[in-house]
């Protein structure tokens, strides 16, 4: 089988380089400037000439903040995007796996969210990627959306990158204490989509749908900041600032974010066998990349 996948240089994206996947199947990574999902005729042109027999979406307009300023860009590539995706993908018979996000959710429960729990985005980028779930599952019954959360990798940037990078710099480093989440390895996130590829590939059609997954391991931004430099301590001997934990509201941001970003995970596992993995390992090898980059 066939897959292609849009947003091929994002930290989920390049994830794909360097795995085979399945046997029978044969990756077709297209970055923004071979496939452009805002384009209808570009996604036309290229579903029609490469015939996929699978469409994983992982291009996105993910940057949060700047998407209160730029709504019409972030809801061009999260919402116009998909839809285009779809509506091919449907025109075609080809299944379409769409990445979404936590920021769906307004974060005010006290447990972790359902795949059914009702969407209520805080900002402009959960809202933009709540539109596109929509489109998605309204023009293509043959489609899984995976939300996922709190997503860190190798590539690209993200908050651990992040962190090494001011840990390095300054003596203190403040972090909120009060949002609660799963973080998720980029590289984990692509195994899970492969894993479900395969059954789809194997012929399963009765697991169409929404599903949670992220990480396994509660924790905070300022938990995970803790942990990100005493692993890197031990991993390459970092001289460690003062974590400083601060509220969300004495870190004020353009865009709100959700206090409560776990997911349940269980449906995953019950219809795909799918089983969260700790994220440390993850952690691990990002900041051994890190390392070997400097
Ligand atoms: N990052 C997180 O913490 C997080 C959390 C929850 C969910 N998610 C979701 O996870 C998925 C993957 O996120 P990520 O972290 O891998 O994002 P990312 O690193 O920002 O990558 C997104 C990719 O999409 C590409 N792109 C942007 N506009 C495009 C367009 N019009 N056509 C084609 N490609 C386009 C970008 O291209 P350029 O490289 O040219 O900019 C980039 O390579 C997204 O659906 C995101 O919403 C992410």
Redesign the pocket.
């Known amino acids: 089988m066939r897959l292609i996948i849009?947003?091929?240089?994002?930290?989920?994206?390049?994830e794909f380089e360097k795995t085979a996947g399945f046997p029978g199947l044969e990756i077709i990574p297209?970055?923004?400037?071979e496939?452009?999902?805002?384009?209808r005729r570009q996604v036309e042109k290229t579903v029609e000439a490469l015939a996929p027999g699978l469409v994983v979406?992982?291009?996105?307009?993910?940057?949060v903040d700047m998407a209160e300023k730029e709504p019409g860009k972030a809801f061009?590539?999260?919402r116009e995007?998909p839809l285009n995706l779809a509506e091919v993908c449907r025109a075609r018979s080809v299944p379409l796996i769409?990445?979404?996000?936590?920021?769906v959710f307004d974060g005010t429960s006290r447990i972790p969210y359902v795949e059914d729990d009702p969407a209520s985005p805080l900002g402009v980028?959960g809202m933009s990627?709540w539109e596109?779930e929509q489109a998605v599952r309204n023009v293509l019954d043959e489609h899984i959306i995976l939300?996922?959360?709190?997503?860190?990798?190798v590539?690209?940037?993200?908050?651990v990158k992040t962190m090494l990078r001011i840990g390095k710099e300054r003596r203190e480093v403040r972090v909120v204490y009060d949002q609660h989440g799963c973080p998720?390895p980029?590289a984990d996130?692509a195994g899970v989509i492969l894993s479900i590829a395969e059954q789809i590939c194997s012929g399963r059609t009765d697991a169409w749908g929404t599903y949670h997954y992220s990480g396994l391991g509660e924790t905070t931004w300022f938990h995970f900041a803790q942990k990100i430099f005493s692993m890197a301590d031990s991993i390459v001997a970092f001289s460690l600032p003062v974590i400083i934990p601060i509220s969300s509201t004495e870190y004020p941001t353009p865009a709100k974010r959700p206090l409560n970003s776990v997911f349940d995970c269980s449906r995953i596992k019950a219809v795909f066998g799918i089983e969260q993995a700790p994220w440390e390992p993850g952690l691990e090898a990002v900041i051994r990349a890190w390392k070997s980059e400097e």
């Open positions: 849009t947003g091929a240089n994002g930290q989920v994206g390049r297209l970055a923004r400037n496939l452009d999902i805002t384009s979406n992982a291009a996105a307009y993910t940057a061009a590539v999260n995007g769409h990445i979404s996000t936590d920021y980028y990627k596109g939300r996922v959360s709190w997503v860190f990798g590539h690209g940037s993200n908050f998720t980029a996130i």
